[in-house]
Structures are given as C-alpha cells and as structure tokens.
C-alpha cells in the first residue's frame, strides 16, 4: 500500500486530447440533452410561462387588426389574415429570444456560479448557450399545440415556400445567437457596476421600436426601416419573422442570413474582447 | 534523497483588496456621493510556502484570515496584487485549459451540481467538459460510486438529497477528471461525524490511489488530524506557523495534559497540577510541560495508580494557543 510520502507520486495521466471541435460538439450536445431533460420535467411550468407571454402579441393582434378592419381591410396592405401570421410566429421568435438577462449577473457573480465555471476549461458563453439553446428545443416541441390553437382561433394568412421554412429554421438560431452574445456584453457591464438595470431599460426600449416587436417594421417611417438595418434588433426579432411569413425575395432572405453572420461575428469579437477585461476586473476584486 | 520539485510554489505572495467605507445614517450618505472614501483591506501579506507531490497540507486559521483568498489564488479566480504563485508549473491567474483540466478547487459551501437532475447526469456534463474519454469515465465514476458507497443515490435529484449526500456527490463530481492538485475550502463544513469521516476517508484514499496533492482547509480537527501531517497555520493574512502537526503541540502548547485513573477517585490532585476534570476514577490534570515528567514521577510514586495517559492538548486548543500569541504580538 502507498502512504503519503514526499517521494514523487505516480501521477496520474492527464487525458489524451479529443479534437477541439469534437469536445466542444460533445459538450453542446450533453448539455442541451439535460436541458431537455430538465425542461420536460417541468413541462406545466412551462407551459404555464409560455401562455403568460402569449398576451402581449394577442393583445397587439387584436389592436392591428382592429386598426386594419377599421380602413376598409388592411394597414399599409397589411390584412388581419398578414397580422395574424406575423403574432402568431411572433410568439416563437419571442421565445427563442429568450436569453441570459443582464440583471441575473449580479446572482450569478454573488451566488457563486461564475466562479464556479471559471474553474473549468471551457468558456461560460457555451454553457449558457448549449443549456438556454436545450431549453429551446423543448420549447418549440411545446409550442406547436400553442401555434396550432392561435391558428384556429384567428385564421393566419400564411404559405410560406420551403425556402422560406428552411431560413427561418436557421434564422430563429441565428436570432437566438445575436440576442445571446447582446446580452452577455450588457450584463458584463457588472463587473464595472451593479446597477446594470438601467443600462438594461435603455436597450430594451430601444429594442421594442427598432425589432419589429410592437409593429412589423414596414409599418414604421422609412427612416427607423434604416436604422435598423443598421442595428442588430431586426436580425433579432422582425427579419425571423418576416423571413417567413413575408414571402421575401431570396437575395433578401440570403441577405438578412449573411446580417445575422455578421452580427454574430461582431458580438463574438466583442464578448471575447470584454471577457478578458472583464475577468482581469473581477480577478482582481474577487468574490 | 533530493526532493521533487514542489507542485505548488507560493512566494511573497499579496492580495490587498480596496473595500468602500461609509458612516451610516443620511449625511454619510450625501457625503460619500461627491467623496467616496476606500480602506485597503490586506487579505494575504507576503505569504510563502512550498508543497510537493503526494502531501496533504492542512491550512489553518480563523475565519477572515486569508484561507479562501488564498486557494482562489491558487486556483486561479483571483490575481495577486504582487508575489508570485506556480502550481503544476502553470501560473493560475492565466487560467490556461491544460492548468484547468489539471485542479479542483471545492468549496463546502457552494454547490456546481445541476440542481433538478441526478448526479449521474451531472457527471456526464462534467465528462463533456473535462474532455474524459469514455472508459475512464466509466471507471472512475463507478470507482467513486463504490467509495464513497453513493449507490442509488446518484439517480436521484440533487435537490432530493441531504447535505452529505450532496456533498459526496459534489466531490465524486469535482474529482471525476482525476486532478492532480485538490483545492479543499471546508469540504466537510454543516455535515454529521459519519459524514465528515467517510469524505475525508475518501480523500485519504484519493491521495493513495491517484498521489495527488491536497490542501486542504478545515475547521474540523478530525479533518486535519486524520489527513494531514503538515500544516500552515495563517492568522491576519501572515503565516504563523508551517511544519509539522505534531511540531506544532510542542512549539506552542506550554502544557500538557495527564489522565489518571485511580482507586479512589476523590483524592485530591490539585498538589500536582492544575485539575481540568473528573468523572469517576478518572482525573484529568494540566500540567506545565517541562514539569511533565516530574509529576508523573510524583504521582506514579505517591498515588495508587490504575492507569496514566500523558498527552499532548486537543489540537483545537493549540491552535486556539497559536492564534493568541500573535495577537498578544
């Protein structure tokens, strides 16, 4: 039998090395099975979560196609029918939005959860992305009963061409992604302070006007149609959606893809860019 | 014999952190909007010390005496202000993978498990991250399972099990990439004895079985005593002491302690020493250590003795010992 001895000790081996890539799918893949996992084990809870968000986009159907019947059948040569199409995948894109807010960085930091992941060598971004991305999955699965009784109840005008599926398919991720690395740059603004809240605010309010959220954003004027080309909020919420339900040409739903790549790009620039400063500040105050 | 080259080198090693300070009441608060008043608060001053592969140190000191900012130092989570610390040759402060795969630091305090599912699963994400490959999973996984005999209780959630049960689980978690270093903040802090004595029974039998290196804080003596041959005491941020568990009774305790048994126990002892207890035939004396072998004498001549135990105090009063002289300082 070994005794502890300051003789050198068989050291154990560390691990053979997998490829990179492969560890890094194996890890997206693990994590978004417990994810899964977990969310169907609370499946009323969920459920219950996703019907408590279905008031804002009925609430802002009703009111549309209120406006629309009341000159003479359509908004901009929008119909009831358009407007049902468009809030009832609202209610999808609203979901795979769904991100790691700001505010929970200041529980995350106190509770001791980001210590706990900088202890392990893979970056944190992954876990939030795989474990809210797993959350998604199941959330699509349970949001087809939803989609299908909006259908009946409000009668969408929708037929969307398979190439209109298969980019909003890609879309809705692209969406999730950007919306992702946005808020992981805001909430890393807690290590610099806590009050990240209001900072919060300001972006959600920009947010609500420049996404498409509150109104597709052909009904906006044409100036806030060009700034928000120019921002990530569209890629985010109203290109998804339009993508397909707005029958848009291929080179726009090309185009709106290679926005999302970029914006992608940007953020993950900018994340790996903060990261660093941001754990050098935390390092050195500590917790 | 030449000694390795330690695992963990610590040299001058410092962390000041700045901490805000205000008055209470209305007016500091108006007064620190336009002047905002710091104290630099010396968490760890000018630490130094050595372990080599295999050892299990215990790190000893009161609570706000620099134990924790120490291990997030070696672990990587916190920069030193100024000093210089390697461990398995890395600097941690980089947080380099290869330094990441190769630690563990465990916190009795927090909890890394996913909450709402059953360790096993828990453990597999772990094996996605640490890069595990498959067999070895299997068999390390299943060779903490039976040591720390988790059974069933790994199908079960986490949130459905006891303290202990969780805290088992959180080792055998912490523990499945089979580190060479271990970080241990409390490991057995809130937990019944039959708890705390299968943890650190594990921990011994990890230390055997993998030579990995251990440090370990604890304010359970048991912990120490059982696993632990070396200790670093620190109070205040500086070293008191490091050394020896045994060279630390005889460096700081100016007593020791004598249990008699005799015939009749209601004879009275107080001519010999100090009478600290008694129940039945059984007196307890504390006696001056260099008067030691004088009253033993003295007793064992004057006195129908049964039996005699001399022993050097709890280790918990040494300590206790240790950390008032350097108040007194």
């Known amino acids: ?287 | 014999m030449a000694h390795p080259s330690p695992i963990v080198d610590v040299a001058d090693l410092r962390k000041t952190f700045k901490v805000p300070e205000r008055e209470a009441g209305l007016r500091a608060s108006l007064r620190s909007l336009v002047r905002r008043t710091t104290r630099q608060v010396k968490a760890v001053d000018g630490i130094s010390f050595a372990i080599h592969p295999g050892e299990v140190v215990g790190f000893l000191g009161p609570n706000g005496a620099g134990k924790t900012t120490t291990l997030k130092m070696l672990s990587g989570l916190l920069y030193p202000t100024s000093g210089s610390v390697t461990v398995l040759g890395h600097t941690p402060s980089r947080r380099e993978k290869d330094f990441l795969r190769r630690i563990t630091l465990v916190m009795g305090n927090r909890n890394q498990l996913e909450w709402d599912l059953p360790a096993l699963d828990s453990f597999e994400l772990n094996r996605a991250i640490y890069r595990i490959p498959q067999e070895e999973f299997r068999r390390t996984r299943d060779e903490f399972i039976e040591l720390l005999d988790l059974g069933d209780l790994v199908r079960k959630p986490i949130r459905n099990l006891s303290l202990g049960e969780r805290m088992k689980m959180e080792i055998a978690g912490s523990l499945l990439h089979r580190p060479q270093v271990l970080f241990l903040d409390e490991p057995t802090i809130g937990l019944d004895v039959t708890m705390q004595k299968r943890i650190r029974s594990f921990i011994g039998e990890y230390n055997r079985r993998h030579g990995a290196t251990v440090l370990l804080t604890s304010h359970y003596m048991a912990d120490v005593e059982a696993l632990c041959r070396r200790v670093v005491v620190i109070h205040h941020g500086r070293i008191l002491f490091d050394g020896e568990l045994a060279a630390l009774s005889h460096q700081f305790a100016a007593y020791k302690t004598i249990e008699v048994s005799l015939e009749d126990g209601t004879v009275d002892l107080s001519g010999y020493g100090e009478v600290v207890g008694r129940e039945g035939g059984r007196v307890t004396l504390r006696v001056p250590k260099d008067d030691t072998s004088r009253v033993t004498a003295r007793l064992l001549n004057d006195q129908p003795v049964k039996d005699l135990l001399v022993e050097d105090p709890p280790i918990e009063d040494v300590i206790e010992l240790v950390f008032a002289q350097e108040v007194v300082e």
């Not at chain 1, 190439?163 to 807690?190: E, H």
């Open chain 1, 1 to 287: 039998m070994t005794t502890r001895t300051s003789l050198e000790p068989p050291v154990a081996p560390p691990p053979p090395e997998v490829s990179r890539l492969r560890s890094l799918l194996d890890f997206y893949l693990t994590s978004t099975r417990l994810a899964i996992i977990r969310n169907f084990q609370y499946r009323v809870a969920n459920y219950f979560y996703m019907i408590g968000m279905l008031a804002e986009p009925i609430m802002l159907l009703v009111v549309w196609s209120a406006v629309a019947r009341s000159r003479g059948g359509s908004v901009d040569g929008l119909t009831p029918g358009d407007f049902a199409a468009y809030f009832i995948v609202w209610t999808l894109v609203r979901q795979m939005n769904i991100a790691f807010t700001p505010a929970a960085w200041e529980w995350r930091i106190r509770e001791g959860q980001l210590s706990g992941w900088l202890l392990r060598p893979i970056h944190p971004i992954n876990y939030d992305l795989a474990d809210i991305g797993g959350w998604k999955v199941a959330v699509i699965v349970m949001w087809l009963p939803i989609a299908a009784v909006l259908t009946v109840i409000f009668h969408p005008t929708l037929h969307p061409r398979l190439v209109d599926v298969l980019v909003f398919a890609v879309a809705i991720w692209g969406a999730y992604a950007i919306r992702s690395l946005a808020l992981w740059l805001l909430g890393m603004v807690t290590f610099w302070t806590t009050r990240v809240g209001a900072i919060f605010e300001t972006y959600f309010a920009a947010e609500l006007i420049l996404s498409g959220r509150i109104v597709p954003l052909k009904l906006m004027p044409a100036w806030v149609q060009r700034l928000a080309n120019f921002l990530p909020f569209k890629w985010t919420f109203g290109y998804p959606i339009e993508s397909l339900v707005g029958r848009l040409p291929i080179a726009q739903l090309v185009g709106g893809l290679a926005a999302q790549a970029l914006w992608i790009a940007v953020g993950s620039g900018l994340v790996a860019l903060l990261w660093r400063r941001a754990i050098r500040r935390f390092s050195s105050v500590g917790n």
